[in-house]
């Protein structure tokens, strides 16, 4: 320290220090006053940093939220766009304008040069006429001084000249006021210079608000990457969440699932129960307790269901807010991805608005320096304006000057006049184009204006989001917090859920064996109803078909064949059913043989057992000798006695039973041990109804069958008896009465068979001989129901048939009789043999009905005089009999029962058949003869005609069979068929006898019974 | 008094067996005084002067009647005329594709004057109508002139 005291140096004078210090101090306090500004205007950065830095936050924060906002940004910026697209419409609109201003002022420079030439020319011209003047005055001075005389001539031109002054005067006050109208458009272009100006600085707000705008994009486009940035996590989040909603959701419809299958298990319960209670009502009288239990499990079925309902109802409720939440969240993610988007064209959009307002810029100062152009040419006219004053003032001096000659000069200041009011339009035009150039500013300032508000709106829009947002978040955390209260309350319910399940299947167990019950009626039910509808149909179908053979009846022609070939089958039916029936016959006759065999058995076993009675009436008396002896011979009866032991003991066939008076077994043999299986020391003892059934021994039947024996010695029965182990046989038994010598009374014995197996023989046979009839009755209704068929079917065939064959016979007949003078020789022979041949399948159809006429009346048996039966079938031949040589020889003929009419087609037929062929005979003879033969009777025709060979006679009856040749003998083989069928239905046969050559001779037999 | 035109009345649902019928009539000149209808209930119109006979002027003296038709067969139509006084009397011949005998036992049982089966040769069938010619004569009421 004191070295540096040492070192100050006092070199400086005192004031000079002061005034250093002072100036230091003035430094200091301007460096304070400058820091204190510095630090004021940090404090104020810092408050704008600050502010920005909220204002900034509150931007992103904004813009985070605000995504829809964007959107609307984006559609302002696009009306921007189309409102810039439209200014730089009226921007090139107003750059043609300014060209053709400019087009303009071009021309008015090049008619300013030519005025200015025209003027310099004038000025030529007013030189030259002001030495012409010169000369002139010269002369006038010549003249007037020449023409004194002519002083009046000239006071007129002063007249003249004075009135052109006048003129002059006039052209000079319109000078005037060319000056001024010149004035006032110099006024007017300095007042589009400032407009112009004014312009000039709105472009510049206008750039400068387009770089404030740029700026404001940029922070937006950071803005919206931050916030594309939060709407991904967002999107992450909803992802998640919807994950979660959609386990949430897969849970609820597990649990609706559940309940459901609930509410259907307890619905099927109060069915079940239901049916219960159906049930429970039937047996309320012995099922009292029952009923109450299904009452208890109905109100716990009810309260279950009610209780399913609500956990359905609520598990529904559930699924639907979560269904909400998902659609929530996919709409939140789907408005995320559209802010993105938006944000992205907001961007660009951002990007072409700095790029338009650069054009704008441009284009702003390219105005400008237009305008600046203008204003210079305005300044050129204004200066050409004032040449043109001063030029006007050298006119008017030279006018005044020459006034005789300045009226050729007003024509060229009316052009100049016309020019200036072309120029004065013009001006006023350029005032109206500035005019619309300022009101075009105007709007792009209330533009501005309504894009700030646009701003605004946003902001609050997005102020709004915010909050939305933050009542979603807490909704979502309310949903989330209620799911989990549902989830505890259902897993709750799955609980409760599981002990009804236990108990509903317990219930369900009980309903079960309810429901196969119930199933199994509905069974039989539904089959009791298929088969009410099949018989419906059946009879639906019956009706239509009654309806269908109306209608085939028309159709019959074509099913003619098939008829003839259903009529061939119903014969193979009835004779397979014939043969069937032959069939039955032999059944019967094996079974009746079957029954005489088993007849004979019984007989046999009849005649064993009246051989056995026999032997034990022997016995009896046998016993009888030995009680007898007991007395006199006890060694004769031990020996008798052991005989009579070996004798019963080994008689095994035949249970022998000793009782004493009250029924009580005392003994019995082997035999009765086989049969009844007892064994002799559990049997002893007991009472003999022990082997009686329950039936038997109610009605008394042991005790009866004693007292008979005792009243009558013996007795005898057959019936079922009961074996030790329960099972039955049929016994045939003797029961003697056992008395002493002295006649009193001490026992009984029994002598017992099984008849078992010829029993259930009877009983079998007695069942086939019930099947039998059921069979035999069977058999005669289907024969019935088929003769019947055969009976329509016939009528039909003898209705139907014949008239389409009787139409073609008599149509053919009616062209024959009125059509036969135009027709050939062969063509009438055709229709000859069509005739014939419809009138031989008349014929064929006739017999054929005929024949099974035959077969199907019933028979009308009575007493048949066959003589004179014989005799009137003669004389029905009388006419074909006269002149003819025959002899005709009827012998003995027996009186036969039986059908009339057919028994007389009998005869008609063989009386025919043996005068056709006969009739080539010399001389026919026939003879008819009968005879009784045991129990029948039997009848011939016999002739002396061609005869047959023997080897077809099997043949001969059979329908449409022919041993002759049509030509021979006409005929068509239906006769002998008849017969045969008549007979046998009398139950007769017919046969024939013959040799070719040698007549024939036919025979049938007819019952007598 | 009132003059009906008397008519033979053929009733057949089969035209064919009307046309031969009428073509054995003619051997017999009986052809013009012909009246077909088509069923029995046809038939009965005619006879009561309905449905389409409703302007009929004549009334039959024959009535040859088949027994197989639809709707009503021969067998009901004979039993109406022969229950109604007014017809009564009139001579009815059963005419019908074959001889069946509980058919001949019925129709003669209900007052049938006659049982013809058409035969399939239409020379037999006009015989078969000889017996037509017959009540014909009897009746002998010549047909009285047209309008």
Known sequence: MPKIKTLVKPSISGKSIITQNKERRNRDTELLIANKELAYQNQEKGKRAAELIIANKELAFQNNEKEKRAAELIIANKELAFQNAEKEKRAAELIIANEELALQNKEKEKRAAKLIIANKEFALQNQEKEKRAAELIIANKELAFQNVEKEKRAAELIIANKELAIQNKEKGKRAAELIIANKELAFQNREKEKLADELVMANKELAFQNTEKEKRADEIVRANKELAIQNEEKEKRAAELVIANKKLAFQNKEKGKRADELVKANKELAFQNREKEKRADELIMANKELAFQNEEKENRAAEL???????????????????????????????????????????????????????????????????????????????????????????????????????????????????????????????????????????????????????????????????????????????????????????????????????????????????????????????????????????????????????????????????????????????????????????????EKRAAELTIADKELVFQNEEKQKLADELIVTNKVIEDLVAERISALRESEERMNFFIDNTNDYAIIFFDVNGNITSWNSGAQRITLYQSQEIIGQNFSIFFTEEDQQSNKPQLLLDKAKSEEHTDDEGWRVRKDGSVYWEAVTIISLRKVDGTHYGFVKIAHDLSERKQAEEEIKKLNETLEVKVIERTLQLEAANKELEAFSYSVSHDLRAPLRHIGGFVDLLIKSYSGSLDAAGLRYLNIISESSVEMGNLIDALLTFSRFSRTDLQRTNVNSKNMVTRVLKTFSDELAGKNIEINVLELPDIMGDESLINQVWVNLISNALKYSRNEEKSTIEIGGKIEDDTTIFYVKDNGVGFDMKYADKLFGVFQRLHKAKDFEGIGIGLANVNRIVIRHGGKCWAESEVGKGAKFSFSVPIN | MHTEVKRILIVDDSPKDVELAIAALSEKNLANEVVVAEDGEEALDYLYKRGKFVNENGSPAVILLDIKMPKMNGIEVLKHIRSDPKFKFIPVIMVTSSLEERDLVESYKLGANSYVVKPVDIIQFIDAIKVLGQYWAIINQPPPERM
């Open chain 1, 305 to 591: 269901i009610i209780a399913n309902k609500e956990l359905a109802f609520q598990n529904s409720e559930k699924e639907k807010r979560a269904a909400e939440v998902i659609v929530a969240n996919k709409e939140l993610a789907f408005q995320n991805a559209e802010k993105e988007k938006k944000a992205a064209k907001l961007i660009i959009a951002n990007k072409e608005l700095a790029f338009q307002n650069e054009e704008k810029e441009k284009r702003a100062a390219e105005l400008i320096i237009a305008n600046k152009e203008l204003a210079f040419q305005n300044k050129e006219k204004e200066k050409r304006a004032a040449e043109l004053i001063v030029a006007n003032k050298e006119l008017f001096f030279q006018n005044s000057e020459k006034e005789k000659k300045a009226a050729k000069l007003i024509i060229a200041n009316k052009e100049l006049a016309f020019q200036n009011e072309e120029k004065e339009k013009r001006a006023a035009e350029l005032i109206i184009a500035n005019k619309e150039l300022a009101l075009q500013n105007k709007e792009k300032e209330r533009r501005a204006a309504r894009l700030i508000i646009a701003n605004k709106e946003l902001a609050f829009q997005n102020a709004e989001k915010e909050k939305r947002a933050a009542e979603l978040i807490i909704a979502n955390k309310e949903l989330a917090f209620q799911n989990a209260e549902k989830e505890k309350r259902a897993a709750e319910l799955n609980i409760a859920d599981k002990e009804l399940l236990y108990q509903n299947e317990e219930k369900e167990k009980r309903a079960a064996e309810l429901i196969i019950a119930n199933k199994e009626l509905d069974y039989q039910n539904e089959e009791k109803g298929k088969r009410a509808a099949e018989l419906t149909i059946a009879d639906k179908e019956l009706v239509y078909q009654n309806e269908e053979r109306e209608k085939r009846a028309d159709e019959l022609i074509i099913a003619n064949k098939e008829l003839v070939y259903q009529n061939e089958e119903k014969e193979k039916r009835a004779d397979e059913l014939i043969i069937a029936n032959k069939e039955l016959v032999y059944q019967n006759e094996e079974k």
